[in-house]
């Protein structure tokens, strides 16, 4: 009796042994937790941002297998890219950067994104790289441009060391803009994967150890479930008006709205709209690199619109206010980055409109006032009307369908017609009209 109950006890002892290892695990690392996936096109940004950010935490506090990027992106704003690399390297979660599909690029702020994740992959037909830092305001001095181009080098050197990656190239790409294509990357230790699509990533990192803010963390991403996270409406309204094109339109759009009030007030509409575009308008600005001198060239173009209205100068104004809103607009944003730019079709159909309609303001406004008066005593003067009272030399004319007292130095008869050489008063001075006989 006691064999077997030592045997009994041994076994239990031997199977909880072999089975700890295997309830740690799964408590640690679930196999059944999804794999978060998003995707990032178009120029960092603050709104792109909070849109990965959010994304993060999102994992983290989901326990994800890990969260996946997909990158295509010129680049953009350094405080952006700054603060999505600083939630990367605290995330408790895998972050993997993939840049796809073929095509895209991670270049600029991109290629500090994607050196600092856990796990950085490359579709076929992809580059990485050109990371020297730009001015968005312009042209640096050689002493500033120094300064920016240490930091930037020193913090890509911090992060390439610290994800084990390609030390060199990766300053090489802040000092001299080197690039690379997804097969040179790989060889040279700057990504870890390329893969042709998602579901061949998650196959080829399955078993991969990462090092995150937690500890070591085991991926098993071979047939998970991937959840796309979908950028909000707010993310998506703010994308849109950050972009340069976007934001200019918005500015014309909400200086015309103020126009419309302010010439005809009580409109209401107008100057509500005009002010909801402006307010979105400030927003996006504060995102792009802009040129108060060029934003008070556009100003100076609508002052001398509306002044064409109220002055004759036989197009002067409208012409200066054409050549300072071109001007305003090309020098609105200052930036040597074609994605920061405003888009030329877009200034030269504004221009173009505003001219055009400030233009056909004037028009109507100067054959308004070659029109002969049609209302009040002005217009009385030089009218036709019928004797009804015989003017000897005054009585009774029916003019423009009303009867007013007239006086005739010639005389009239009833029926004889007569013209208003003058008004004095409610007394209308007429000739007789000679009638013509056989």
């Known amino acids: 009796m006691r064999m077997i109950t030592r045997l009994v006890v041994w076994c239990t002892l031997i199977g909880i042994a072999l089975a700890w290892p295997a309830v740690i695990h799964s408590r640690s690392e679930p196999a059944a937790r999804p794999v978060l996936a998003i995707k990032l096109e178009g120029v960092i940004a603050p709104s792109t941002a909070d849109y990965i950010i959010r994304a993060i935490k999102q994992a983290d506090r989901e326990v994800a297998q890990a969260l996946v990027i997909e990158l295509d992106t010129p680049g953009g704003l350094d405080l952006s890219m700054r603060s999505i690399i600083k939630e990367m390297l605290a995330a408790e979660r895998p972050i993997v950067v993939y840049v796809s599909p073929s095509g895209a690029r991670a270049a600029s702020a991109g290629a500090f994104i ?114 796309q996270i979908e950028m909000g409406l707010r993310d998506k309204i703010l994308k849109v008006i950050s972009d340069p094109t976007i934001a200019y339109m918005l500015l014309m759009l909400g200086l015309a709205g103020l126009y419309f009030e302010l010439s005809t007030p009580g409109a209401i509409l107008p100057g509500v709209l005009g002010g909801i575009f402006l307010i979105l308008a400030f927003y996006g600005f504060q995102t792009l690199p802009i040129n108060y001198a060029g934003l008070l060239l556009i100003l100076l173009a609508i002052i001398l619109f509306i002044a064409e209205v109220k002055v004759t100068s036989y197009g002067m104004l409208t012409v200066g206010g054409i050549v300072a809103m071109i001007l305003g607009s090309f020098m609105l944003i200052r930036s040597p980055e074609p994605f920061l730019r405003i888009s030329l079709s877009a200034i030269l159909f504004t221009t173009a409109a505003t001219a055009a309609f400030f233009g056909f303001i004037v028009t109507m406004a100067l054959r308004a006032q070659r029109q002969k008066t049609t209302t009040g005593v002005e217009g009385l003067i030089g009218q036709v009307g019928t004797v009804r009272t015989p003017l000897k030399p005054e009585g009774s004319v029916l003019v423009g369908g009303e009867l007013w007292s007239a006086q005739c130095e010639e005389g009239a008869e009833p029926g004889d017609k007569v013209r208003v050489r003058a008004v004095k008063g409610l007394l209308l001075k007429v000739d007789r009209l000679k009638t013509e006989g056989f």
């Open 114 to 227: 994607t050196l600092a994740a856990h796990v950085a992959a490359m579709a076929p037909g992809t580059n990485i790289g050109a990371a020297h830092p730009v001015n968005m305001g312009g042209q640096m001095d050689k002493e500033m441009n120094k300064k920016v181009t240490n930091d930037a080098a020193a913090y890509i050197r911090t992060i390439a060391e610290q994800r084990g990656r390609n030390v060199q190239w990766a300053e090489d790409a802040v000092r001299k803009s080197v690039s690379a294509t997804e097969k040179e990357a790989l060889q040279l230790k700057i990504i870890d994967l390329v893969a042709d699509k998602l579901d061949d990533l998650l196959v080829a990192m399955d078993g991969r150890e990462v090092t995150t803010a937690r500890g070591k963390v085991m991926l098993h991403t071979k047939g998970v479930e991937v959840t």
